[in-house]
């Protein structure tokens, strides 16, 4: 940890993160650069307030898991209680943030599920600078590549997500999000109600290669052809529900041909 141009930007190497409930591994930072602008620097007042301006973040790697009973690696973590009569007021509302060759890592063990999502790029930027910081709110595009996916160990390789929306403390609103992989492509908008929980809801078209994903969902049952979904998925966490329509104008399974499904 040193600074850098006086006091107003702080360097960061090597941070690693852990639950502080469970002992867990969250993530770790290969480097993190925070620039800070103090208001009324020379004020004569024992309060300072300091806004982040800027943070960039190089080399994330996050872990994200479930165990058998759903129970994630992130449960129990909390925001800590403001502090009263502090001093130092810190406020990040304004700040641009940046990230990027990042790495997560996913791992269900309730459901088999698991995938790594690679080359992930992040920023983020007020939406209106002006807001207070009680209502402020965040502009955000998100995209990763070169990543994949896996159920009971079957893969899915080339896998590639671009988004873009408006987050706040407790929720974000997804305009669009398109996943590309070899075995569908889709388009999703909704919103999360409660992110710090993963509580969700989103609308979803897509279309879906039935060859391929037979190669992943159940080898022993061969299909051919393809088809698309029309939707909405919700949940919390590890749980969620899938209701909609899919419409297959011709396919084979098993070698028995079916039209107009």
């Known amino acids: ?18 639950n502080a409930a469970t002992g ?3 993530g770790r930072v290969r480097r993190l650069i925070a620039r800070v602008a103090i208001r009324d620097l020379f004020a004569l ?13 190089e080399g994330l790697e996050l872990w994200v898991t479930f165990d058998e009973h759903g129970r994630s690696n992130f449960d129990g973590l909390r925001l800590p209680p403001p502090e009263p009569n502090r001093r130092i007021l810190f406020s990040y509302s304004t700040a641009q943030i940046r990230l990027k060759d990042s790495i997560i890592h996913y791992d269900d063990a309730q459901h088999s599920l698991a995938g790594e999502a690679r080359d992930v790029r992040l920023t983020l930027e007020p939406e209106n600078p002006q807001v207070p910081t009680v209502g402020w709110a965040n502009r955000f595009t998100l995209a990763l590549s070169n990543s994949n996916f896996a159920f009971d160990d079957r893969r899915i390789a080339d896998l590639s997500i671009a988004a873009r929306g408006l987050i706040n403390q407790t929720s974000a609103r997804v305009d669009d999000l398109i996943l590309r992989s ?28 039935l060859t391929r994903l037979s190669e992943v969902l159940g080898p022993e049952v061969a299909l051919r052809g393809a088809g698309t979904f029309a939707g909405h998925i919700e949940g919390e966490g590890s749980s969620y529900r899938v209701d909609g329509r899919i419409v297959v104008d011709g396919a084979a399974i098993d070698g028995v041909r079916l039209q107009g499904l």
């Open 182 to 209: 070899p075995v569908m492509e889709a388009q999703l908008t909704g919103t999360f109600d409660d992110w710090r929980r993963l509580r969700y809801r989103f609308e979803v078209n897509s279309n879906v290669d």
């Open 24 to 26: 867990q591994l969250i």
């Open 1 to 18: 940890f040193h600074f850098q141009i006086g006091l107003r930007t702080a360097e960061i190497r090597g941070l690693v993160l852990y």
């Open 45 to 57: 007042k024992l309060e300072r307030n300091i806004d982040l301006e800027s943070l960039d973040v």
